[in-house]
Structure formats: C-alpha cells, structure tokens
C-alpha cells in the first residue's frame, strides 16, 4: 500500500482565496484538515463581475493569512507537509503568479516539492477526494469559465468530449442575473427566483437539443430571454422570477440532452463509466443536479456531486490534486510557469518559464 501524504493545497485563480491542508491515505477517499475560503465577492459586487485588478491586489493581500490558517486548523507544521500544490492556471494571470509564487517560496524554504495544478483537473478530482471515485468517469464540469464534459481517465489522462461554442453555463447564469436587475453573483440569486416563478409562462429556445456531438450553446438563450423580458418590461417581481423559472428550466433541458449525447460517445469510445461527476459552481444547482441524477440512472450509471462548498473554487480540492501527482511521482521545479489558458486535454506537462507563450 502507498503510504499516506499530506498537501497544502492553495487556490488563487479567480475571486477566491482559499488554502486547505488534505491527507491522501494510501487508499479510499481523502481526508480534509482545514479548508480556509476567503471570497471576494463583496469587492467585485459593485462592478457586477470579477475586476481582474482587484482580485489579483486582494489575493496578494489575504495570501498569507489564509495559509497561516489553514496550518493553524490542519494542526500540521510545514516541516510536516509531503508537498505544496498551487493551481498554476487557467485563470486571471495576476492571481496565479500570486499563488503559484507563494507555493514556490515555501517549497523553496522548507525544501519540499512543488506541484503545479491545473485548476481543472483539481475540479476533475474533487469526486476522488469526497467519493474514493474509480476511473473512469464521466465529468460534467459547469462554472463562470467553462462548460465541458469531459472523460477522466486517470490522473493526467482526460479527453474532453464536449464544450460550449459560445458563453459558459455560469456565465449565461450570470448575464441573465445582470439582465433582470439580479446580484452578482448570478447562478444562486436565478436558482432562488426559479423557484417561486412558472417555467411555461414564457417559451425560450433548447439550443443544440437532439445533436448527435456533445457540445453547448447558450447565447442564443441569452438572446431570447433578453427579447421576452423586454416585452414585458417594466419587470414585476412575478415576471422576473417566471423569466428565471424558464431559463432555468431551458438549462435544465439542453444540460439533460447535451450529457445524454456525452455520455453516450463515453461509451463508444471507453465503454462504461464508473459514475457520471459534477465539479464546478453550477453543480451547486439544485435543479440541475437533480436533472443529471435522472439522466445518470437512465443511462445505467451514478450520480457523484460533492457538496456545494467543494464544487465551488476552494484549496482542498488543489490539495487533492497535488497529492493525487505527487503519489503518482509527478512533481514540478521551481521555473514551472503560471499560465491563463490551459487545456485539460492539452498534456499533462507545465511549460518552463522560458516556454511562455
Ligand atoms: O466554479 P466557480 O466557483 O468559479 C469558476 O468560475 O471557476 O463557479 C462560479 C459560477 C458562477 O458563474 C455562478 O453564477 C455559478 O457558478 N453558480 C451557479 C450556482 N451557484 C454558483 N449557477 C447556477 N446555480 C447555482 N446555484
Ligand atoms: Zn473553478
């Protein structure tokens, strides 16, 4: 049996600031000893989205009170750490330097090593950490940024098998919530409006419904969602929770239909899946998981959704993902480059600081 590992895992990509110390048993799920989330939303709520300046000020600023925390709550030393994982993107460029920097300074001084995280593959391998999840399987993962299902065939190992053409799933929740005078942000304020609003008062479009490839497309929703609520603007509380109601359920449909199509090109090309899994801040909906669990057992697998607080960006699951490379020998040196764009499916290698594109 492999023997236990302990990572701090530290999460700066976007608007959250977050560090967790995670245990890998050499076995079954892992183990969470601390799990610190600084959100930001607050700074970014004037401005009605994330203000890449700001977030990348607020991560410097908060960084090391929220590691110290996480040692603080975990009850380890970093003399006692087996690495230190940071997510090295995709994301807001600021924010990884940010993180990926801090990550180096420490593995640097207490002479531990480092683990470069892609920030999708943590959300990949969060259903490992909470559900001891075999592979494969098959990733829906949902957020402001990205709408893939993708297959996850080990760590490192992931094909996706669909994306969206156009807005992510999170980001058309967010217009949406924009559009009809909502708070930022917008997929828990739609949610909370959808549920005491009529989905069929008003008819909106199921974009790609029936397509055979796996792929998403939302901003024609958004479009004609803008259309419907025009014609009845001024916009009553009745008539923005019905709108909500009917773009959520829409979501509902095309996410139904797009995963059913997914998860049968999974099976074409690698038989069955183990679980079909959610990650990512949409995965929090209620509707949708719901939804997704429906599809699952009609398709003759499970549904795995960790809780909401781990679908959301957070460190453990950047722990997690450290551990997971780390017990596999996958480590990085201290020249690995952060970046703002990486694909999941794009190899597992970081590039060194002089291969920055
Ligand atoms: O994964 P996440 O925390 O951050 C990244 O984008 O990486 O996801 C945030 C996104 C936002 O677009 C937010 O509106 C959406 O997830 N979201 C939801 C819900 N909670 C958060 N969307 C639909 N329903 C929700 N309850
Ligand atoms: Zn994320």
């Known amino acids: ?44 709520a004037a401005f009605g989205g994330v203000v890449p300046e700001i977030a990348a000020r607020a991560h410097v600023e908060a960084l090391d009170l929220i590691i110290a925390q996480a040692m603080k709550e975990a009850g380890r030393s970093f003399a006692a750490l087996d690495g230190i994982a940071a997510a090295a993107g995709p994301g807001l460029i600021g924010g990884v330097i940010v993180g990926l920097t801090t990550a180096k300074a420490i593995a640097l001084v207490r002479e531990k090593p480092l683990v470069a995280v892609n920030h999708l593959e943590a959300h990949a391998l969060t259903a490992r950490l909470t559900d001891n999840t075999d592979f494969p399987y098959c990733l829906f993962l949902a957020s402001g940024g990205h709408t893939q299902i993708v297959a996850v ?29 909502l708070g930022y942000p917008g997929g828990p304020e739609v949610e909370g409006e959808a549920k005491h609003g009529d989905a069929e008062r008003f008819i909106l479009p199921r974009p790609m419904l029936g397509r055979v490839e796996a792929d998403f497309s939302l901003s024609g929703l958004k479009t004609a969602l803008r259309i419907e609520a025009e014609k009845v603007a001024p916009l009553s509380d009745q008539d923005v929770a019905d709108l909500c109601a009917a773009f959520q359920q829409a979501v509902v449909d095309v996410v139904s239909d797009r995963l059913r199509a997914g998860l049968r090109i999974f099976r074409e090309r690698f038989g069955g899946p183990t679980a079909l899994v959610v990650a990512g801040g949409v995965a929090v909906n209620q509707a949708i998981r719901r939804a997704l669990g429906r599809v699952a057992s009609e398709q003759g697998t499970v549904l795995v959704a960790p809780p909401p607080e781990l679908c959301t960006d957070n460190g453990a699951m950047i722990a997690w993902a450290g551990a997971e490379r780390l017990a596999r020998g996958m480590t990085d040196t201290l020249d690995v480059a952060p970046r703002a764009r990486c694909p999941l499916d794009g190899g597992s290698e970081w590039p060194r600081r002089d291969a920055v594109r």
């Open 1 to 44: 049996m492999e023997s236990a590992m302990v990572v701090l895992g530290i999460e700066t990509t976007c608007d959250e600031t977050a560090a967790a110390v995670v245990e890998r048993p050499g076995n079954g799920p892992g183990r969470i000893l601390s799990n610190v989330v600084l959100s930001q939303i607050e700074e970014h």
């Open 153 to 181: 065939l080990d760590v490192g190992k992931y094909e996706r098998l669909g994306t969206t053409v156009d807005d992510a799933i999170g980001e058309a929740f967010d217009k949406t919530a924009k559009l009809l005078g």
